[in-house]
């Protein structure tokens, strides 16, 4: 329903998956997909003028690789732990005969912290503001006009890096507050 928030699994699950066996041997990584490339692919092509998305999150981890082989892990948010808004495509399918929903979120090419931070492929995740956000989900904006919308819109320069943490993880308290408002259910 658009405009409303709902539950979706992080792994875009493409539409021949139709069991959970079949599931267990997807060998395509979904999770996430590149902006300037899903008019491009079959998976997402069809997904892209009627099934976009926001995905939220309060933020995020990422590995640098170091010179010596060993990884760093940098937990990334904002200041204030304000929530980061990510675009995205849902696709609502059947795993073994049960309604499943199931999302990707849009990456980009690294831009500041994140060309240091996540050094091995130089991607990170595609972050926008109000008005990015507002013409993602207007399913009356053309889709290259919704893109450029997002990612003149684009946040990444407001990511905080927190100091490298360690494999016992950090633990977010609190409900932040988002950028805009949230539907009743």
């Known amino acids: 329903d658009p405009g409303r928030f709902g539950l979706a699994r992080w792994l875009l699950v493409p539409p021949w998956i139709e069991s959970t066996e079949k599931l267990k041997t997807l060998k395509i990584w979904t999770a996430n997909a590149r902006i300037e490339e899903l008019q491009n692919k079959p998976l997402y092509r069809p997904l892209i003028e009627a099934n976009r998305c926001v995905v939220v999150f309060t933020g995020f981890y990422e590995w640098r690789h ?9 937990l990334l948010k904002f200041p204030e732990d304000k929530p980061l808004v990510l675009p995205g495509l ?41 008005p990015g956000l507002e013409a993602w989900l207007d399913g009356s904006v053309p889709f290259d006009t919704a893109r450029q919308t997002v990612l003149e819109n684009e946040l990444s320069g407001d990511f905080v890096a927190a100091p490298p943490v360690g494999t016992e993880g950090t633990t977010v308290t609190g409900t932040p507050e988002l950028p805009f408002d949230v539907p009743e259910p």
């Open 66 to 74: 170091e010179p010596d082989g060993s990884k760093t892990r940098y």
């Open 90 to 130: 849902y696709r609502r399918g059947m795993i073994d005969d049960e309604p499943y929903w199931s999302c990707t979120v849009c990456t980009m090419e690294a831009r500041g912290i994140m060309r240091y931070i996540h050094n091995s492929t130089l991607r990170q995740p595609v972050v926008t503001g109000r």
